[in-house]
């Protein structure tokens, strides 16, 4: 079992970055897959980005790539997303999550723990 928590949410002006932390507890952290998800008033839960075990293989939506980045560190436990050249679309409750599965996932049903989310506000 893993437990998620993020941190480094903030209100940020447009054009500006932010970097989201994930850490999760656990001995078999680097067992999974990992996913960042949004979501934002109104709207549903949306796929941001994924990464695998190993960390060699990502995926991004179409509206962050060349944006963010996300990655990891197995020996820390944690989850990362580098997030550039934000935009006010950008606005939402960020969540980590993970996954037993063997390869990334865009697929909310997919990843079997999440985190509580951090808010991220970008104001224009």
């Known amino acids: 079992q893993v437990k998620l928590v993020e941190s480094g949410g903030g209100m940020v002006q447009a054009g500006g970055s932010l970097r989201l932390v994930c850490a999760a507890s656990g001995r078999t952290f680097s067992s999974y897959a990992l996913g960042w998800f949004r979501q934002a008033p109104g709207k549903e839960r949306e796929f941001v980005a994924a990464?695998?075990?190993?960390?060699?293989?990502?995926g991004y939506a179409d509206s962050v790539k060349g944006r963010f980045t996300i990655s990891r560190d197995n020996a820390k436990n944690t989850l990362y997303l580098q997030m550039n050249s934000l935009k006010p679309e950008d606005t939402a409750v960020y969540y980590c999550a993970a996954t037993s599965s063997t390869y990334t996932s865009r697929s909310y049903g997919d990843y079997d723990y999440w985190g509580q989310g951090t808010q991220v506000t970008v104001s224009s």
């Open positions: 990464l695998s075990r190993s960390g060699l293989s990502t």
